[in-house]
């Protein structure tokens, strides 16, 4: 039999708040602003997340983890990434691949990325090499360019 191949893909925003800690592909970046959410606010785990969970057509990471459930208040985000990757790989996925793009006016994010790689990897159990993050500015246009806010999106491939 061949073997099965889908894609998936996942948006996310958070709303950037002075004074907030700002956890980004699982670290925490030294900046004056922060991602304001329910649980740490990384947009780049939810995103990945949300591609993971869509591949394998499990929904998306609100319905698995509630932002009305306290269980998940103030979580950190790698939980939830780890979490996500035992739920496909019980339906019988492994991740192929990972292709992220941060939206982000400030701070630069290129010093940052080999340590989310690095972290990411070690919670979904894949290689560094599966794991590709670009960062963009929107040239200081709409709320990411106003620093109101930061987004990502991810496509993810899986395989059974």
């Known amino acids: 039999?061949?073997?099965?191949?889908?894609?998936?893909?996942g948006f996310d925003v958070h709303q950037l708040r002075d004074?907030?800690?700002?956890?980004?592909?699982?670290?925490?970046?030294e900046h004056t602003k922060g991602a304001f959410g329910h649980s740490d606010a990384d947009v780049l785990i939810h995103v990945i997340c949300d591609?993971?969970?869509?591949?394998?057509?499990?929904?998306?990471?609100?319905?698995?983890?509630p932002d009305t459930s306290n269980d998940?208040?103030?979580?950190?985000?790698?939980?939830?990434?780890?979490?996500?990757?035992k739920l496909i790989s019980d339906k019988g996925y492994s991740i192929g691949n990972i292709d992220a793009t941060i939206c982000l006016q400030k701070p630069k994010i290129n010093p940052?990325?080999?340590e989310m790689k690095k972290t990411l990897s070690a919670v979904m159990g894949i290689e560094?090499?599966?794991?590709?993050?670009?960062?963009t500015t929107t040239e200081k246009l709409g709320y990411v360019g106003r620093e109101e806010?930061?987004?990502?999106?991810?496509v993810v491939l899986i395989s059974a």
């Open 1 to 9: 039999m061949a073997s099965k191949i889908r894609v998936g893909f």
């Open 19 to 29: 004074g907030q800690d700002f956890w980004l592909g699982g670290i925490k970046i």
């Open 51 to 65: 591609a993971l969970l869509g591949a394998a057509n499990m929904r998306d990471i609100g319905f698995h983890f």
């Open 72 to 85: 998940y208040k103030g979580i950190d985000s790698k939980i939830l990434l780890k979490n996500v990757t």
């Open 112 to 114: 940052y990325i080999p």
């Open 128 to 135: 560094e090499d599966d794991i590709s993050i670009k960062a």
């Open 149 to 154: 806010g930061v987004s990502a999106y991810a």
